[in-house]
């Protein structure tokens, strides 16, 4: 065990030093580094998760009421978000591999940002996802604005499953403040999917990526109001055509001599009845947007009764495919979510 603890805090150490030129060096008793801005001021703490004893959980607790970010690295990482005591609180809590808790306590109504990180194995690539999640901007409504909407938790979620590709997923909680006699959510999803093959680690590519919101699952208590409908078809511009010229992909600019359908497709699979929010994204195995990033937004609306805290159940599956046509590997990764509660 004590060799399997001085591994993983020099291997944070190299990260730390390598990645991050303010970070402060480790505290041995505690596996910690802290960050420090250029006049030495703190400005966030990260952990090593398997060291954190219940002295350290007083420390983490005093950090995060004085409004600073802290991030815990390895085995047991999930543990931040019990001891956080913020307003939203999460199920799908396996496998991951960080995970960061920030309460925003200068803004109106606190907002919190949360991160989670969930990989097959433990790697300093969560301390870089840790550090751009460190400086990612939140703005909560401001003006008029913040009359009618209360900013309440940013979840940025980065679900690496290399070498397949990695599926980064950022929900924006808001409240909306009317007097209807409802618990009113507006909730902006975008999700980045970068497939193994656009990051050089692998000839995988996306197939499919699926995501769901469903107010009706089983300790779920929302009903749908209200969602942007998918786009019919994806964008097509003279610098797209260019790209696929000078590329040489015939097939996607005159598709029918192939006799197949080139393009990202969307289908719109939600129902009111279920209260169930469900889009499918689909390419064909040969196109060239199987082999790039694939970003997609939505935007969802949820109600549940007043005096009641909302909950609500998401999910997203993200399908692969590797090789040609008579020789493809498939791979489907398992639906990754769970239910997500606001505390009101």
Not at 91 to 120: F, I, K
Not at 158 to 184: I, M, Q, Y
């Amino acid at each position: 065990m004590r060799l399997k603890a001085a591994a993983a805090y020099l291997l944070i150490y190299l990260a730390l030093a390598a990645a991050y030129p303010h970070a402060q060096g480790l505290t041995p008793s505690a596996g910690d580094a802290v960050l420090v801005d250029s006049i030495g001021s703190v400005t966030a703490r990260i952990y090593n998760a398997t060291t954190v004893t219940e002295d350290i959980l007083t420390e983490v607790d005093a950090t995060l009421r004085d409004g600073l970010p802290v991030v815990f690295i390895g085995e047991g990482a999930e543990r931040l978000l019990e001891v956080a005591g913020a307003p939203i609180t999460l199920e799908d809590l396996d496998d991951v591999a960080a995970a960061g808790v920030w309460l925003h306590l200068g803004q109106l109504g606190a907002p919190v940002s949360v991160l989670l990180v969930r990989d097959s194995f433990y790697s300093p690539e969560c301390l870089e996802v840790a550090y751009r999640w460190l400086e990612e901007p939140v703005e909560a409504p401001s003006g008029s604005l913040s009359e009618l909407y209360r900013l309440v938790a940013v979840l940025t979620e980065v679900d690496r499953h290399l070498p397949l590709g990695v599926l980064e997923t950022r929900t924006e909680v808001l409240r909306v403040l009317d007097a209807s006699g409802f618990n009113t959510y507006d909730l902006t999803v975008n999700q980045r999917l970068t497939p193994g093959s656009d990051a050089g680690v692998s000839g995988w590519r996306w197939s499919s990526l699926e995501y769901a919101v469903d107010g009706s699952a089983p300790g779920a208590n929302m009903t749908l109001s209200s969602y942007d409908e998918p786009p019919r078809e994806p964008p097509v511009g003279i610098f797209t055509l260019l790209w696929r010229l000078v590329t040489l992909r015939w097939g996607d600019i005159i598709p029918w001599l192939w006799g197949q359908e080139q393009g990202v497709v969307w289908t719109d699979m939600s129902d009111f009845s279920r209260q169930l929010y469900q889009v499918r994204i689909e390419a064909p195995d040969g196109s060239a947007e199987a082999g790039e990033p694939l970003e997609a937004r939505y935007h969802i609306v949820l109600k549940a009764a007043a005096g009641a805290d909302p909950v609500y159940l998401r999910w997203t599956q993200v399908r692969y495919v590797k090789g040609g046509a008579l020789s493809a590997e498939r791979y489907t990764v398992p639906a990754m979510g769970g239910l997500l509660r606001v505390h009101t």
